[in-house]
């Protein structure tokens, strides 16, 4: 019989449930009791979810963050942050944000854990820290208490946790020390996690090392052959886990590690199938992720039996069904939809819809499709109802995309001509100030949006109260002093969402969400259809704002990559040529901002790091046609028209050639978590147009000094020269508060103005 099983859950619930709660806790509106609570009721209607399956996965939900999860379960807290009073979940969420709801306002002196993305998902998690002399000491209870609670609502249980090999991999060694010098001591700390599972009678762990999908030195390989070697010693099953990606050249080491099964991502590496049931012992299960974790298109059932069927003749119970990934990526439940187009949520399955699919798979192969042969059919006419549906494809966009040129993503000139131009221009300071776009979304704005949704507002009524918005922040900006300001973005729900709605191709869920990090959750639009641009989308906002204001006014545009990769993408033609698409689109309301007297224009890159393949013999093919995309966005201006870019929250260091080759004039980019370790790639790459290094973490509550902000600069002038250098938070400030954002852009201003003052001498030095 075919064993199926899960390996993960959204974590958020249906309405979002834990996302209000943790923002309940750190109000002070609930306490850590309740939250608790909250959380042990999620789990529990989760696990009801999943209970179509032979085993439900115990462990992988989380308050936060998976990874951080495991740091706290090994012991691995920062010292600034262990040594601070308080209890167990105030240091969690100081190392999560910066702060504890027992930490008053002023207390600011706790950095947040660096937050980066995990893999190439828009998941973000906390980065472990390292340093030659940490030590990991075992705390399981939080884990042993899940297992306890699913059992005794009758469920059979299969612990998750993140391998030890991964764990180091995705940390950072904060002192230059070798991350693998402390395997020794990491892998003792698993040894006796896998002797606590085993005393209360686990028989299965799945222990998660996606790093096999990436290309690996001969040091972590042998890491991981020593890893699994080790924790061979108690009686548990082990379930060796990857996902996004092929094993390629570690496909024999992950066949011939010491586990008892192997989890293949087959949505990606199916055509490695063959192979490792060739090389695979015949002693070891194979799970076969055989459904997408990552999209939500319904799966052809009938197309994967066709291939399944042959493999189950020749595994029989050696074959375990799941999905290829968590199902973190993507909504719960597609039921709770009652507002979407009913020919694309005809299209689509979420995660319950998933294991039912799961569920369907196992029963036509442990009895045969004639036990389905219904849900078989239905399937079948939705998989073909999309592919002929003449909403997907739309001819003179596909001509479009055929008719670009290489010179639609050509400055008119290079950079330093266009400097000279736009500097005259604008007579901005040295270090001039800006932010990245968003400000505070106050619960008077969103009930706004909602009203006029909802028909109680008329759009005359809307748009004053929007207008109102906007002005309430243009002169917030001008108060405060920042050199170019923006329209703060009122009207926009999200920066994916927004725009995707006033596009051609797009669908919208209700419900859809997911979780990005925290309790920040995320709605990706889905992208069904070609994309064209019908109509203008932001210059009436954007030219409203910079009619209440002589200082520049930025235009806030999202990018086609990003729009691309944060949306729920087609996946019936390249996500290239999709791209392309988009491109063209977003170009449009450029050129359209520009036409309306706009002559700065920011096109947020904000996801174009995390859309790169895991393995690097594959980058340059992305790397390619996403800047190519990026170029016919941005490059159609005139030279006097300034284009902004802005990325986040990734690890570009490796990359910073391709990003100068998009050839915008200023990027600003996150560098505070980070202690703008980022810059560290400008002593091997000279970036030849200007930046500005984020020195404002807004996912922290924390207010930033003036000091902290001056060493920062002070780091990045080093590298970068002082005449090409701006001042700007690291983000959005949507999901901030005024009280928070005012003290800390006026830190920011004044840090610009200091720097600018004690640093003009050595510029103007530098240009005789």
Same mark, same amino acid.
């Given at each position: 019989?075919?064993?199926?099983?899960?390996? =993960?859950?959204?974590?958020?619930?249906?309405?979002?449930?834990?996302?209000?709660?943790?923002?309940? @806790?750190?109000?002070? *509106?609930?306490?850590?009791?309740?939250?608790?609570?909250?959380?042990?009721?999620?789990?529990?209607?989760?696990?009801?979810?999943?209970?179509?399956?032979?085993?439900?996965?115990?462990?992988?939900?989380?308050?936060?963050?998976?990874?951080?999860?495991?740091?706290?379960?090994?012991?691995?807290?920062?010292?600034?942050?262990?040594?601070?009073?308080?209890?167990?979940?105030?240091?969690?969420?100081?190392?999560?944000?910066?702060? &504890?709801?027992?930490?008053?306002?002023?207390?600011?002196?706790?950095?947040?854990?660096?937050?980066?993305?995990?893999?190439?998902?828009?998941?973000?998690?906390?980065?472990?820290?390292?340093?030659?002399?940490?030590?990991?000491?075992?705390?399981?209870?939080?884990?042993?208490?899940?297992?306890?609670?699913?059992?005794?609502?009758?469920?059979?249980?299969?612990?998750?946790?993140?391998? #030890?090999?991964?764990?180091?991999?995705?940390?950072?060694?904060?002192?230059?020390?070798?991350?693998?010098?402390?395997?020794?001591?990491?892998?003792?700390?698993?040894?006796?996690?896998?002797?606590?599972?085993?005393?209360?009678?686990?028989?299965?762990?799945?222990?998660?090392?996606?790093?096999?999908?990436?290309?690996? *030195?001969?040091?972590?390989?042998?890491?991981?052959?020593?890893? @699994?070697?080790?924790?061979?010693?108690?009686?548990?099953?082990?379930?060796?886990?990857t996902y996004f990606g092929q094993l390629q050249d570690n496909l024999q080491l992950a066949c011939e590690l010491p586990v008892n099964g192997l989890h293949l991502d087959a949505v990606i590496a199916k055509d490695e199938i063959a192979k490792i049931i060739d090389w695979l012992p015949s002693h070891k299960i194979l799970s076969l992720g055989v459904i997408n974790g990552r999209n939500i298109w319904k799966t052809d059932l009938t197309e994967t039996l066709d291939?399944?069927?042959?493999?189950?003749?020749?595994?029989?119970?050696?074959?375990?069904?799941? #999905? &290829?990934?968590?199902?973190?990526?993507?909504?719960?439940?597609?039921?709770?939809?009652?507002?979407?187009?009913?020919?694309?949520?005809?299209?689509?399955?979420?995660?319950?819809?998933?294991?039912?699919?799961?569920?369907?798979?196992?029963?036509?192969?442990?009895?045969?499709?004639?036990?389905?042969?219904?849900?078989?059919?239905? /399937?079948?006419?939705?998989?073909?109802?999309?592919?002929? &549906?003449?909403?997907?494809?739309?001819?003179?966009?596909?001509?479009?995309?055929?008719?670009?040129?290489?010179?639609?993503? *050509?400055?008119q000139s290079p950079y330093q001509q266009r400097a000279i131009v736009q500097r005259k221009k604008f007579q901005l300071p040295l270090f001039p100030t800006t932010t990245i776009g968003s400000f505070p979304q106050t619960q008077q704005i969103r009930q706004t949006r909602r009203d006029f949704r909802e028909g109680k507002l008329s759009e005359s009524e809307y748009r004053q109260a929007m207008q109102k918005e906007i002005e309430i922040c243009v002169r917030e900006?001008?108060?405060?002093g920042l050199d170019v300001l923006v329209h703060g973005e009122p009207e926009r729900n999200d920066m994916v969402e927004y725009f995707g709605e006033q596009l051609a191709g797009f669908a919208f869920t209700q419900f859809g969400w997911v979780q990005s990090y925290g309790s920040r959750c995320v709605k990706p639009p889905i992208i069904y259809g070609d994309v064209s641009h019908p109509q203008a989308i932001t210059t009436e906002w954007i030219q409203y704002a910079?009619?209440?204001?002589?200082?520049?006014?930025?235009?806030?545009?999202?990018?086609?990559?990003?729009?691309?990769?944060?949306?729920?993408?087609?996946?019936?033609?390249?996500?290239?040529?999709?791209?392309?698409?988009?491109?063209?689109?977003? +170009?449009?309301?450029?050129?359209?901002?520009?036409?309306?007297?706009?002559?700065?224009?920011?096109?947020?890159?904000?996801?174009?790091?995390?859309?790169?393949?895991?393995?690097?013999?594959?980058?340059?093919?992305?790397?390619?046609?996403?800047?190519?995309?990026?170029?016919?966005?941005?490059?159609?201006?005139?030279?006097?028209?300034?284009?902004?870019?802005?990325?986040? @929250?990734?690890?570009?260091?490796?990359?910073?050639?391709?990003?100068?080759?998009?050839?915008?004039?200023?990027?600003?980019?996150?560098?505070?978590?980070?202690?703008?370790?980022?810059?560290?790639?400008?002593?091997?790459?000279?970036? #030849? /147009?200007?930046?500005?290094?984020?020195?404002?973490?807004?996912?922290?509550?924390?207010?930033? &000094?003036?000091?902290?902000?001056?060493?920062?600069?002070?780091?990045?002038?080093?590298?970068?020269?002082?005449?090409?250098?701006?001042?700007? #938070?690291?983000? =959005? %400030?949507?999901?901030?508060?005024?009280?928070?954002?005012?003290?800390?852009?006026?830190?920011?201003?004044?840090?610009? +103005?200091?720097?600018?003052?004690? %640093?003009?001498?050595?510029?103007?030095?530098?240009?005789?």
């Open positions: 019989m075919v064993t199926t099983h899960n390996l =993960g859950f959204p974590r958020i619930g249906r309405q979002r449930e834990l996302k209000f709660a943790l923002e309940k @806790y750190w109000k002070g *509106t609930i306490s850590a009791q309740e939250l608790l609570k909250i959380s042990s009721d999620l789990r529990a209607q989760h696990w009801k979810d999943q209970s179509m399956l032979d085993w439900i996965p115990v462990g992988d939900f989380s308050l936060y963050d998976h990874v951080l999860d495991t740091s706290f379960m090994l012991g691995n807290i920062p010292v600034r942050v262990s040594s601070l009073p308080g209890n167990e979940i105030d240091n969690y969420f100081r190392v999560a944000r910066g702060r &504890s709801v027992n930490d008053h306002s002023a207390c600011s002196c706790v950095n947040a854990g660096e937050m980066t993305k995990w893999f190439d998902t828009n998941y973000h998690y906390i980065v472990p820290e390292f340093e030659r002399n940490t030590r990991f000491s075992l705390n399981p209870d939080h884990l042993l208490q899940q297992i306890q609670q699913a059992r005794q609502i009758n469920h059979q249980v299969k612990p998750v946790i993140l391998g #030890p090999v991964t764990y180091l991999w995705l940390g950072k060694s904060k002192d230059g020390s070798d991350k693998l010098n402390l395997l020794d001591d990491l892998l003792s700390a698993y040894a006796q996690l896998l002797n606590e599972l085993e005393k209360v009678d686990i028989q299965w762990v799945q222990i998660d090392e996606p790093i096999l999908a990436m290309d690996l *030195t001969e040091a972590w390989k042998h890491a991981l052959r020593k890893a @699994y070697y080790q924790l061979q010693a108690t009686s548990i099953n082990l379930l060796l886990t291939w399944l069927e042959p493999i189950y003749a020749r595994l029989q119970d050696r074959l375990w069904l799941a #999905p &290829s990934c968590s199902l973190l990526h993507v909504p719960v439940d597609l039921d709770s939809e009652q507002k979407l187009d009913q020919d694309v949520q005809s299209w689509l399955a979420f995660a319950i819809q998933k294991l039912q699919e799961i569920e369907v798979l196992a029963k036509a192969l442990n009895q045969e499709r004639n036990s389905v042969a219904e849900i078989l059919q239905e /399937n079948s006419a939705a998989i073909t109802s999309r592919k002929q &549906s003449k909403r997907v494809h739309q001819a003179a966009v596909k001509a479009r995309v055929l008719e670009i040129k290489e010179a639609m993503g *050509t400055r900006q001008e108060a405060l910079q009619s209440l204001t002589n200082k520049p006014m930025k235009g806030m545009l999202t990018g086609p990559v990003t729009m691309l990769n944060w949306s729920f993408v087609r996946d019936d033609q390249p996500r290239a040529d999709t791209c392309m698409q988009l491109a063209l689109a977003i +170009r449009d309301e450029v050129l359209a901002l520009e036409k309306a007297g706009i002559q700065i224009i920011q096109i947020d890159e904000a996801a174009l790091r995390e859309g790169l393949p895991l393995r690097k013999s594959q980058w340059n093919t992305y790397l390619d046609w996403a800047i190519r995309s990026f170029r016919i966005t941005a490059n159609g201006v005139k030279d006097e028209t300034q284009i902004h870019t802005h990325m986040c @929250y990734s690890e570009f260091n490796d990359i910073m050639e391709a990003i100068a080759r998009m050839d915008a004039d200023v990027i600003t980019i996150e560098t505070s978590r980070s202690d703008m370790e980022l810059l560290d790639a400008f002593d091997q790459f000279h970036y #030849p /147009n200007e930046i500005g290094p984020g020195v404002y973490d807004i996912h922290s509550p924390n207010i930033p &000094s003036v000091d902290s902000i001056i060493a920062l600069m002070e780091k990045a002038a080093q590298r970068i020269p002082a005449e090409r250098l701006w001042v700007n #938070p690291d983000c =959005g %400030l949507k999901t901030r508060h005024w009280e928070e954002v005012k003290p800390a852009l006026r830190n920011m201003i004044a840090a610009s +103005r200091y720097l600018s003052s004690h %640093l003009s001498v050595a510029v103007q030095a530098s240009q005789i």
